[in-house]
Protein backbone atom coordinates (compact mmCIF):
# COMPACT_ATOMS: atom_id res chain seq x y z
CA UNK A 1 0.00 0.00 0.00
CA UNK A 2 1.25 3.37 -1.02
CA UNK A 3 2.12 5.73 1.98
CA UNK A 4 1.09 9.03 2.74
CA UNK A 5 3.46 12.13 1.60
CA UNK A 6 5.33 13.78 4.76
CA UNK A 7 6.49 17.54 4.59
CA UNK A 8 9.65 17.68 6.14
CA UNK A 9 11.25 21.06 7.43
CA UNK A 10 14.46 21.04 7.23
CA UNK A 11 14.96 18.21 5.73
CA UNK A 12 18.31 18.73 4.45
CA UNK A 13 19.59 19.44 8.31
CA UNK A 14 21.48 16.73 10.37
CA UNK A 15 18.54 15.09 11.72
CA UNK A 16 15.99 16.28 8.91
CA UNK A 17 18.43 14.10 5.91
CA UNK A 18 18.56 10.65 8.27
CA UNK A 19 14.68 10.93 8.69
CA UNK A 20 14.26 11.80 5.43
CA UNK A 21 16.30 8.89 4.86
CA UNK A 22 14.19 6.49 7.05
CA UNK A 23 10.53 7.78 5.58
CA UNK A 24 11.70 6.74 2.13
CA UNK A 25 12.91 3.47 3.37
CA UNK A 26 9.74 2.86 5.20
CA UNK A 27 7.42 3.53 1.71
CA UNK A 28 6.63 6.94 2.73
CA UNK A 29 7.18 10.11 0.06
CA UNK A 30 8.88 12.65 2.01
CA UNK A 31 8.50 16.36 0.43
CA UNK A 32 11.54 18.87 2.00
CA UNK A 33 11.28 22.30 2.42
CA UNK A 34 14.56 23.96 3.53
CA UNK A 35 15.93 27.35 3.22
CA UNK A 36 19.65 25.61 3.20
CA UNK A 37 20.84 28.37 6.06
CA UNK A 38 22.64 25.87 7.64
CA UNK A 39 22.31 23.06 5.31
CA UNK A 40 24.13 22.08 1.80
CA UNK A 41 22.69 21.13 -1.26
CA UNK A 42 24.46 18.44 -2.05
CA UNK A 43 22.55 16.52 1.19
CA UNK A 44 20.32 15.44 -1.46
CA UNK A 45 22.60 13.96 -3.29
CA UNK A 46 23.66 11.62 -0.42
CA UNK A 47 20.13 11.02 0.75
CA UNK A 48 19.78 9.71 -3.16
CA UNK A 49 22.67 7.29 -3.27
CA UNK A 50 21.21 5.64 0.03
CA UNK A 51 17.63 5.49 -0.69
CA UNK A 52 17.93 5.20 -4.88
CA UNK A 53 15.47 8.05 -4.82
CA UNK A 54 16.10 11.95 -5.15
CA UNK A 55 13.25 13.52 -2.81
CA UNK A 56 11.29 16.29 -3.78
CA UNK A 57 13.03 18.99 -2.39
CA UNK A 58 12.03 23.20 -1.75
CA UNK A 59 14.32 25.87 -1.12
CA UNK A 60 12.19 27.99 0.80
CA UNK A 61 11.94 29.76 4.39
CA UNK A 62 8.63 28.54 6.31
CA UNK A 63 8.06 32.12 7.03
CA UNK A 64 6.51 32.65 3.89
CA UNK A 65 3.18 30.62 4.51
CA UNK A 66 1.65 31.50 1.20
CA UNK A 67 4.22 29.13 -0.76
CA UNK A 68 3.62 26.60 2.26
CA UNK A 69 0.12 26.14 1.45
CA UNK A 70 0.51 25.74 -2.13
CA UNK A 71 3.12 23.20 -1.76
CA UNK A 72 0.86 21.60 1.48
CA UNK A 73 -2.11 21.38 -1.28
CA UNK A 74 -0.04 20.50 -4.56
CA UNK A 75 1.28 17.42 -2.32
CA UNK A 76 -1.84 16.25 -0.70
CA UNK A 77 0.26 16.71 2.45
CA UNK A 78 -0.90 13.95 5.26
CA UNK A 79 1.90 15.03 8.18
CA UNK A 80 4.29 17.46 8.73
CA UNK A 81 7.61 16.67 10.76
CA UNK A 82 9.15 19.95 11.81
CA UNK A 83 13.33 20.05 12.28
CA UNK A 84 13.38 23.68 10.38
CA UNK A 85 14.99 26.02 13.43
CA UNK A 86 18.17 27.45 14.34
CA UNK A 87 20.23 25.28 17.35
CA UNK A 88 23.17 27.01 18.49
CA UNK A 89 22.88 28.16 22.06
CA UNK A 90 25.65 30.57 22.21
CA UNK A 91 24.13 32.49 19.05
CA UNK A 92 20.81 32.82 20.52
CA UNK A 93 22.97 34.96 23.07
CA UNK A 94 24.11 37.13 20.93
CA UNK A 95 21.15 37.70 18.96
CA UNK A 96 17.82 36.65 20.53
CA UNK A 97 15.66 38.11 18.18
CA UNK A 98 16.48 36.22 14.93
CA UNK A 99 15.99 33.15 17.28
CA UNK A 100 12.31 34.32 18.58
CA UNK A 101 11.90 35.28 15.21
CA UNK A 102 13.13 32.43 13.21
CA UNK A 103 12.22 29.47 15.53
CA UNK A 104 8.69 30.85 16.42
CA UNK A 105 7.45 32.71 13.62
CA UNK A 106 8.61 29.83 11.82
CA UNK A 107 5.68 27.58 13.69
CA UNK A 108 3.18 29.95 13.99
CA UNK A 109 3.77 30.63 9.95
CA UNK A 110 3.78 26.32 9.62
CA UNK A 111 0.96 26.05 11.69
CA UNK A 112 -1.12 28.89 9.90
CA UNK A 113 -0.59 26.94 6.78
CA UNK A 114 -1.30 23.40 8.32
CA UNK A 115 -4.79 24.99 9.54
CA UNK A 116 -5.49 26.77 6.05
CA UNK A 117 -5.23 23.02 4.16
CA UNK A 118 -6.67 21.08 6.59
CA UNK A 119 -3.52 18.92 7.77
CA UNK A 120 -3.96 17.73 11.26
CA UNK A 121 -1.04 16.37 12.14
CA UNK A 122 2.36 17.40 13.48
CA UNK A 123 5.63 15.98 14.58
CA UNK A 124 7.76 18.35 16.41
CA UNK A 125 11.60 18.54 17.49
CA UNK A 126 11.74 19.47 21.17
CA UNK A 127 15.10 19.26 23.25
CA UNK A 128 15.87 17.87 26.57
CA UNK A 129 17.38 21.42 27.43
CA UNK A 130 13.47 22.09 28.53
CA UNK A 131 14.39 19.52 31.89
CA UNK A 132 17.21 22.02 32.66
CA UNK A 133 19.70 20.27 35.18
CA UNK A 134 16.82 17.88 36.39
CA UNK A 135 16.83 17.11 40.10
CA UNK A 136 15.68 13.21 39.21
CA UNK A 137 17.15 11.56 37.17
CA UNK A 138 16.92 9.38 34.74
CA UNK A 139 14.43 11.84 33.71
CA UNK A 140 10.47 11.32 32.60
CA UNK A 141 8.26 13.01 30.62
CA UNK A 142 6.99 14.37 33.45
CA UNK A 143 9.94 16.12 35.29
CA UNK A 144 9.36 19.86 35.61
CA UNK A 145 10.61 21.93 32.62
CA UNK A 146 12.51 24.15 34.28
CA UNK A 147 13.30 28.30 33.33
CA UNK A 148 15.12 28.00 29.81
CA UNK A 149 19.21 28.94 29.83
CA UNK A 150 19.32 30.68 26.92
CA UNK A 151 16.81 31.90 23.94
CA UNK A 152 17.05 28.48 22.17
CA UNK A 153 15.91 26.90 24.97
CA UNK A 154 13.37 29.23 25.46
CA UNK A 155 12.00 28.98 22.07
CA UNK A 156 11.67 25.08 22.44
CA UNK A 157 9.87 25.81 25.27
CA UNK A 158 7.27 28.48 24.01
CA UNK A 159 7.14 26.24 20.70
CA UNK A 160 5.69 23.38 23.20
CA UNK A 161 3.25 26.17 24.89
CA UNK A 162 1.92 27.53 21.49
CA UNK A 163 1.65 23.51 20.13
CA UNK A 164 -0.39 22.37 23.50
CA UNK A 165 -2.78 25.25 23.20
CA UNK A 166 -3.50 24.47 19.22
CA UNK A 167 -3.94 21.05 20.36
CA UNK A 168 -6.23 21.76 23.19
CA UNK A 169 -8.57 23.55 20.35
CA UNK A 170 -9.07 19.75 18.91
CA UNK A 171 -7.66 20.64 15.48
CA UNK A 172 -3.90 19.59 15.87
CA UNK A 173 -2.58 16.45 16.74
CA UNK A 174 0.64 16.82 18.06
CA UNK A 175 3.61 14.32 18.87
CA UNK A 176 6.89 16.19 20.86
CA UNK A 177 10.28 14.39 20.68
CA UNK A 178 12.42 16.01 23.10
CA UNK A 179 15.84 14.71 21.52
CA UNK A 180 19.05 14.14 24.03
CA UNK A 181 22.19 14.41 22.82
CA UNK A 182 21.98 13.38 18.66
CA UNK A 183 25.36 12.30 17.28
CA UNK A 184 26.75 9.96 14.53
CA UNK A 185 26.08 9.71 11.35
CA UNK A 186 24.44 7.35 8.51
CA UNK A 187 26.20 4.11 8.52
CA UNK A 188 27.04 4.49 4.93
CA UNK A 189 28.79 8.02 5.31
CA UNK A 190 26.68 9.51 2.44
CA UNK A 191 25.19 11.66 5.47
CA UNK A 192 26.30 13.15 8.67
CA UNK A 193 26.78 16.39 10.69
CA UNK A 194 28.01 19.20 8.18
CA UNK A 195 28.60 22.02 10.80
CA UNK A 196 29.39 25.72 10.20
CA UNK A 197 32.89 26.69 11.64
CA UNK A 198 34.14 25.88 14.96
CA UNK A 199 31.51 23.04 15.93
CA UNK A 200 30.04 23.94 19.57
CA UNK A 201 28.70 19.94 20.15
CA UNK A 202 31.43 17.62 21.62
CA UNK A 203 31.43 14.84 18.75
CA UNK A 204 32.09 16.94 15.60
CA UNK A 205 34.95 18.86 17.69
CA UNK A 206 36.33 15.23 18.59
CA UNK A 207 36.66 14.27 14.89
CA UNK A 208 37.75 17.72 13.10
CA UNK A 209 40.46 17.09 15.77
CA UNK A 210 41.44 13.72 15.00
CA UNK A 211 41.25 14.77 11.52
CA UNK A 212 43.88 17.97 12.57
CA UNK A 213 41.34 20.21 11.92
CA UNK A 214 41.33 21.22 15.56
CA UNK A 215 44.24 21.52 17.61
CA UNK A 216 43.20 20.09 20.28
CA UNK A 217 40.01 19.66 21.89
CA UNK A 218 39.28 21.32 25.48
CA UNK A 219 37.04 19.07 27.87
CA UNK A 220 34.64 21.39 30.17
CA UNK A 221 35.81 20.83 33.50
CA UNK A 222 36.66 17.41 35.60
CA UNK A 223 35.33 18.67 38.75
CA UNK A 224 31.69 17.30 38.21
CA UNK A 225 30.27 15.35 41.10
CA UNK A 226 30.50 12.34 38.39
CA UNK A 227 32.35 9.37 38.46
CA UNK A 228 35.60 10.68 36.71
CA UNK A 229 34.18 14.34 36.72
CA UNK A 230 33.34 15.33 33.42
CA UNK A 231 29.49 16.00 32.52
CA UNK A 232 27.28 13.18 31.76
CA UNK A 233 25.02 12.98 28.52
CA UNK A 234 23.18 10.58 26.95
CA UNK A 235 24.40 10.68 23.52
CA UNK A 236 21.79 9.05 20.77
CA UNK A 237 22.70 7.68 17.25
CA UNK A 238 20.94 9.84 14.40
CA UNK A 239 19.61 6.87 12.74
CA UNK A 240 17.75 5.49 15.82
CA UNK A 241 16.26 9.18 16.58
CA UNK A 242 15.48 9.63 12.78
CA UNK A 243 13.53 6.13 13.44
CA UNK A 244 11.71 7.50 16.20
CA UNK A 245 9.73 9.94 13.48
CA UNK A 246 8.98 7.28 11.30
CA UNK A 247 7.69 5.34 14.65
CA UNK A 248 5.98 8.58 15.71
CA UNK A 249 3.71 8.72 12.38
CA UNK A 250 2.55 5.14 13.33
CA UNK A 251 1.41 6.59 16.69
CA UNK A 252 0.15 10.24 15.21
CA UNK A 253 -1.96 8.02 13.08
CA UNK A 254 -3.95 5.33 15.54
CA UNK A 255 -3.65 7.66 18.74
CA UNK A 256 -6.24 10.23 19.66
CA UNK A 257 -4.50 11.81 22.09
CA UNK A 258 -3.80 15.91 21.16
CA UNK A 259 -0.26 15.73 22.09
CA UNK A 260 1.98 13.28 23.59
CA UNK A 261 5.61 14.10 24.62
CA UNK A 262 8.58 11.65 24.34
CA UNK A 263 12.08 11.80 25.34
CA UNK A 264 14.16 9.97 22.67
CA UNK A 265 17.68 9.09 24.52
CA UNK A 266 19.32 5.96 25.02
CA UNK A 267 18.58 6.18 28.36
CA UNK A 268 22.18 5.78 29.45
CA UNK A 269 24.77 8.43 30.06
CA UNK A 270 28.31 8.77 29.39
CA UNK A 271 30.86 11.65 30.83
CA UNK A 272 33.03 13.21 28.55
CA UNK A 273 36.11 11.10 28.80
CA UNK A 274 34.01 7.91 28.08
CA UNK A 275 33.21 9.23 25.11
CA UNK A 276 37.09 10.16 23.96
CA UNK A 277 38.20 6.75 25.14
CA UNK A 278 35.41 5.27 22.93
CA UNK A 279 36.18 7.24 19.94
CA UNK A 280 40.36 6.54 20.04
CA UNK A 281 39.18 2.36 21.33
CA UNK A 282 36.94 2.12 18.29
CA UNK A 283 38.76 3.93 15.85
CA UNK A 284 42.32 3.34 17.17
CA UNK A 285 43.21 6.97 16.96
CA UNK A 286 45.02 8.88 20.20
CA UNK A 287 43.30 12.12 20.40
CA UNK A 288 45.06 15.75 21.42
CA UNK A 289 42.61 16.78 24.54
CA UNK A 290 43.06 18.47 27.40
CA UNK A 291 41.09 19.62 30.41
CA UNK A 292 39.70 22.90 30.33
CA UNK A 293 37.26 25.07 32.76
CA UNK A 294 33.58 24.13 32.94
CA UNK A 295 31.62 25.99 30.28
CA UNK A 296 28.91 28.00 31.57
CA UNK A 297 25.97 27.34 30.96
CA UNK A 298 26.44 23.76 31.07
CA UNK A 299 24.20 21.26 33.29
CA UNK A 300 25.96 18.46 34.94
CA UNK A 301 24.42 15.25 33.92
CA UNK A 302 20.96 14.42 32.39
CA UNK A 303 20.31 10.87 30.78
CA UNK A 304 16.27 9.96 29.69
CA UNK A 305 14.04 7.56 30.98
CA UNK A 306 12.62 6.22 27.49
CA UNK A 307 10.34 3.81 28.88
CA UNK A 308 7.17 5.96 27.45
CA UNK A 309 8.52 5.85 23.98
CA UNK A 310 9.32 2.27 24.25
CA UNK A 311 5.84 1.41 24.98
CA UNK A 312 3.43 3.91 23.34
CA UNK A 313 5.56 4.58 19.99
CA UNK A 314 7.58 0.62 20.11
CA UNK A 315 10.72 2.08 19.75
CA UNK A 316 14.08 1.32 21.51
CA UNK A 317 17.27 3.15 20.48
CA UNK A 318 19.59 0.07 18.99
CA UNK A 319 23.11 1.63 18.20
CA UNK A 320 25.65 2.16 21.12
CA UNK A 321 27.81 5.27 21.32
CA UNK A 322 30.96 2.74 19.89
CA UNK A 323 28.43 2.78 16.58
CA UNK A 324 28.12 6.74 16.90
CA UNK A 325 32.14 7.36 17.20
CA UNK A 326 32.74 4.84 14.48
CA UNK A 327 29.95 6.39 11.57
CA UNK A 328 31.09 9.65 12.83
CA UNK A 329 34.62 9.66 11.99
CA UNK A 330 33.83 7.47 9.25
CA UNK A 331 31.93 10.51 7.88
CA UNK A 332 34.80 13.13 8.95
CA UNK A 333 37.59 11.09 6.52
CA UNK A 334 34.84 11.24 3.43
CA UNK A 335 34.50 14.78 4.12
CA UNK A 336 37.97 15.83 3.62
C1 LIG B 1 23.62 21.22 23.54
C2 LIG B 1 22.38 22.01 23.87
C3 LIG B 1 21.15 21.19 23.56
C4 LIG B 1 21.19 20.68 22.14
C5 LIG B 1 22.45 19.86 21.98
C6 LIG B 1 22.59 19.27 20.61
C7 LIG B 1 22.96 23.33 25.84
C8 LIG B 1 22.66 23.64 27.27
N1 LIG B 1 22.31 22.35 25.28
O1 LIG B 1 23.72 20.15 24.45
O2 LIG B 1 20.02 21.98 23.74
O3 LIG B 1 20.04 19.90 21.90
O4 LIG B 1 23.58 20.72 22.23
O5 LIG B 1 22.79 20.25 19.63
O6 LIG B 1 23.77 23.97 25.23
N2 LIG B 1 32.07 19.35 25.58
C9 LIG B 1 33.44 19.44 25.83
N3 LIG B 1 34.23 20.03 24.88
C10 LIG B 1 33.72 20.53 23.70
C11 LIG B 1 32.34 20.42 23.46
C12 LIG B 1 31.54 19.83 24.43
O7 LIG B 1 33.92 19.01 26.87
O8 LIG B 1 34.50 21.06 22.91
C13 LIG B 1 31.20 18.71 26.59
C14 LIG B 1 30.15 19.64 27.16
O9 LIG B 1 30.65 20.30 28.29
C15 LIG B 1 29.04 18.65 27.50
C16 LIG B 1 29.20 17.54 26.46
O10 LIG B 1 30.50 17.69 25.93
O11 LIG B 1 29.28 18.08 28.74
C17 LIG B 1 28.19 17.66 25.34
O12 LIG B 1 28.22 18.98 24.83
P1 LIG B 1 27.43 19.42 23.50
O13 LIG B 1 27.71 18.45 22.42
O14 LIG B 1 27.73 20.86 23.26
O15 LIG B 1 25.91 19.21 23.89
P2 LIG B 1 25.06 19.79 25.14
O16 LIG B 1 25.70 20.99 25.69
O17 LIG B 1 24.76 18.67 26.05
Known amino acids: ?????????????????????????????????????????????????????????YNLNILNTNIL?????????????????????????????????????????LLKAMEKCNVKKIIFSSSCTVYGQASQLPVTENNPILKAESPYGNTKKICEEILTDVAKTGKLK?????????????????????????????????????????????IFGDDYNTLDGTCIRDYIHVTDLAKAH???????????????????????????????????????????YKIGNRRSGDIEKIWADCKKANTLLNWKAQLTIENIVKDAWKWQNQLI
Open 1 to 57: MKKSNILVTGGLGFIGSHTVVELIEDGYIPVIVDNLNNSELSVLTGIEKITKIKPIF
Open 69 to 109: EEIIIQHQIDCVIHFAAHKAVGESVENPLEYYYNNVSGLIS
Open 174 to 218: VVSLRYFNPAGAHKSAFIGELPKGIPNNLIPFITQTAAGIRHSLT
Open 246 to 288: VKSINFINSNESEIEVFNIGTGKGSTVLEIVKAFEKENSIKLN
